[in-house]
């Protein structure tokens, strides 16, 4: 099941296969959060697809526990939810190794 950190989550994503004749949908994501491990911590992601896409999105990560990583996991839930079901992504996460380790970890376990 998911870590306590991200309750967002509340079910784990049905089993999909990617279409693989079109080619993947390049996808940017980021996190952040201002006052990291503080109480007043506030996080935020941002996803872009291309110039001038509807889907393009800056948002506040909801709830109580804020973290440069909830904001990073929260960028990369929102863009495979915009995303249709079945399409090919790539996920390009500006972010450093460690928060990128950890939303890999988060992701596939």
């Not at 089993?15 to 935020?44: F, H, Q």
């Not at 709830?63 to 990583?69: F, I, L």
Request: proline residues 10%; contains cysteine.
């Amino acid at each position: 099941m998911y870590p306590q950190c991200i309750p967002w989550v509340s079910a784990p994503l049905p089993p999909v296969t990617a279409n693989l004749e079109s080619p993947p949908e390049i996808i940017y994501t980021d996190g952040s959060c201002t006052n990291n491990g503080e109480t007043t911590a506030r996080a935020g992601s941002g996803v872009w697809y291309n110039d001038n896409d509807l889907r393009n999105a800056s948002l506040r990560v909801p709830g109580p526990d804020q973290s440069n990583q909830t904001g990073e996991l929260y960028a990369i839930l929102n863009a495979l939810k915009s995303t249709p079901p079945n399409q090919a992504v790539i996920i390009v996460e500006s972010a450093s190794v460690d928060e990128t380790n950890t939303s890999l970890n988060v992701l596939t376990e």
